[in-house]
């Protein structure tokens, strides 16, 4: 210990100890900062879990920063003692501190905002590609500036740590005060988040996610997969086309979707959207009165709208690049399948949603979505085949482009500088202008309705073309306290998604106004327009009803639109069922014999969203049941599952 001190009491130990213990305080200090939007993202902040919530993650965030600074000493004293790299081994430490800075900026940027760790993206592609980049906000000048960033802070810590230095010669107390300093703050932090850790108990599971790197720095062990399931495919399952025929179409109609991304519900009307409204009062567009998305998210929503199914089915087809039943029907039946996207999505965990087309196009925005249908469409006519189009605008999703002037009514808007990572969310002036550029984007999403529109009318018109116009989710902009879509809340504001569904025989259909449908029913209704023969029942491969043919009775008395959180059951999020008269958020926490769920309710809300009672009330049994039988047709337990799959087959019937 003697020796050790003596060492610490020369200037380049002394002064990269100090230089390392005010990085990890400043770093910690950032993180503070930022954790209610950090934790906001997955969890709820407010109320009085909070308290212990923020306690527990900041003592991992000490120990994490003070353990990788410690890490960084011991590296550069191994280094240092061979004098030709004590040099390197400085500029190394200067290197990596800076790097656990900005990443630690990177870290609390991508999380608020998508409640997964940004090093679970694939990184080349997120700063290489620039479709990926505009959809998370990153420009091209924001990556020059980025890397000018980086290079100051460089500078600035290799500054600072001469200073130290220099300050260090005449102060031999600085390297072992400073060393001390950094143990202290990792054993503290340690101590605090196993004090205040297992007060955690609502959403643990995600909490100890969300804690960066847990898993290396604590040796612990992933909480994810929450539940492992893998796709139940073919007999019994999920049609392939090795294992079921797909059936021939008796009316081999186009289908076009319009889908404009993030399109609030509240936000379509005569005001902004005149075109679409208009429309939406034709005998022959069904129109229900409340359509929910089967996500929060773009993927998990898409998906919904693509498959016909739940959202919980999202992660493990997507791991084993299952495709849509949908369009495997379509193809067997010679259509052409197109994806016309003015934004890429995400590809975490794969890019298996694109790559359910034969053909994907991405337009440098959507202006230019127009001449690439006209393309399509020439090629169609020259080849003679019927086609599914999906059309995929971006324009009303953050960050609100408005290449049409006429369309910036609302004022103020946001300008080019604010439409950036780089720049608050808190301020009111800001808020204005966010909610007056996403109005004067459904706008300019209401122009490119009418365009489409124009362009398929006396097709829809001859019964030629089946038209579907939605949107994948919505987004909030404050009303609860956050901006945008990627926390698994289920406001209104995010979920609540228009509907305009113009198929022949929409006029003979029960109710052109359904009372209560899902995203999920667009496909099985669409399907029934095309006359398949056999006619296979929608269950056998949606979890979705036919809006054409289901009584409005039946539709009001549904308890299976669900709404999961993203990634479930992946990752343990929350789930959502909306029945006539209830909202019910709630956990299935894990399984039980048999895979039974064991269900946590967690807020139970009236349509409006406001709580119903003094809290939560418990799920119904018979619920319960449905959920578990929808669960278990389409999947299955994974290898690493506890659940044989025998006993779910013999232990779940049918739900009540």
Not at 78 to 90: D, E, N
Not at 473 to 484: A, K, S, V
């Amino acid at each position: 210990m003697k020796v050790i001190l003596e060492a610490l009491r020369r200037p380049a130990p002394a002064a990269l100890a100090a230089f390392l213990l005010a990085n990890v305080l400043g770093q910690a200090a950032f993180y503070r900062w930022r954790l209610d939007a950090v934790l906001g993202a997955v969890l709820e902040v407010e109320g009085p879990g909070g308290g212990p919530l923020r306690q527990a993650t900041m003592g991992f965030v000490l120990y994490g920063t003070a353990t990788l600074a410690l890490a960084t000493f011991a590296g550069w004293a191994l280094l240092a003692r061979t004098r030709a790299l004590g040099r390197v081994a400085t500029a190394l430490a200067v290197l990596l501190t800076t790097a656990v800075t900005c990443c630690v900026y990177v870290e609390t940027t991508v999380f608020k905002d998508h409640g997964v760790h940004f090093y679970e993206f694939d990184l080349a592609e997120l700063f290489t590609n620039a479709w990926i980049a505009r959809d998370f906000g990153i420009r091209p000048q924001d990556l020059v500036f980025a890397l000018a960033v980086g290079a100051v802070i460089v500078v600035a810590e290799a500054a600072f740590l001469l200073w130290l230095r220099r300050r260090s010669a005449t102060s031999g107390a600085m390297g072992p005060w400073s060393l001390t300093g950094l143990v202290a703050v990792g054993a503290a932090g340690l101590l605090l988040y196993g004090s205040q850790g297992p007060r955690v108990v609502s959403d643990r599971h995600e909490f100890l996610e969300s804690l960066p790197l847990r898993h290396v720095l604590l040796a612990e062990s992933r909480h994810r997969p929450h539940i492992d399931v893998e796709p139940r495919l073919g007999e019994g399952g999920y049609p392939t086309p090795a294992t079921t025929t797909p059936p021939q179409l008796g009316a081999r109609r186009n289908v076009v979707f319009w889908v404009g991304d993030g399109l609030r519900a509240d936000h379509v009307g005569p005001e902004l959207t005149p075109r679409l409204a208009a429309w939406g009062e034709r005998p022959d567009v069904l129109v229900p009165e409340r359509l929910y998305s089967t996500g929060h998210a773009t993927e998990i929503g898409f998906f919904g709208l693509l498959f016909g199914l739940d959202a919980w089915h999202y992660h493990p087809f997507a791991r084993h690049h299952v495709r849509p039943w949908p369009l495997e029907v379509l193809e067997a039946n010679g259509y052409v399948t197109a994806l016309v996207a003015g934004s890429r999505f995400n590809k975490y965990p794969t890019d298996f949603l694109a790559g359910a087309f034969q053909e994907v196009h991405y337009p440098d925005d959507d202006d230019d979505i127009e001449g690439i249908v006209q393309r399509f469409l020439a090629e169609r006519e020259a080849d003679g085949r019927p086609y599914f189009l999906l059309l995929f605008h971006y324009t009303p999703h953050y960050p609100f482009d408005t290449s049409r002037a006429h369309n910036r009514v609302d004022a103020p808007y946001l300008v080019e500088s604010e439409r950036s990572p780089f720049v608050s969310y808190d301020d009111p002036g800001f808020q204005e202008r966010v909610r007056n550029s996403y109005r004067n984007a459904v706008r300019q999403a209401d122009e490119y309705f009418a365009e489409t529109w124009a362009r398929f009318r006396s097709d829809f018109e001859a019964g030629r073309t089946v038209l579907v116009a939605t949107s994948e989710h919505g987004t909030e902009f404050w009303e609860h306290g956050l901006f945008g879509h990627g926390r698994s809340t289920f406001w209104n504001e995010k979920i609540l998604v228009p509907g305009f569904l113009g198929v022949p025989g929409a006029s003979e259909a029960p109710s052109q106004t359904p009372p209560l449908a899902s995203v999920k029913d667009v496909w099985p209704t669409v399907m029934e327009a095309l006359a398949p023969t056999p006619a296979a029942p929608p269950s056998s491969w949606s979890d979705g009803l036919s809006l054409l043919s289901t009584p409005p009775e039946t539709l009001a008395a549904r308890r299976d639109v669900m709404v999961s959180g993203r990634y479930f059951p992946w990752a343990d999020r929350p789930n959502l069922v909306v029945d006539r008269e209830r909202k019910r958020w709630f956990h299935v926490t894990g399984l039980g014999p048999g895979g039974r769920f064991l269900v946590d309710a967690s807020r139970t809300t009236d349509l409006l969203d406001r709580p119903v009672g003094s809290g939560p009330e418990a799920v119904p049994p018979s619920l319960v049941r449905q959920l578990e039988s929808r669960f278990w047709r389409f999947l299955e337990p994974g290898e690493g599952s506890a659940v044989e799959d025998r006993s779910v087959r013999a232990g779940l019937g049918p739900g009540p």
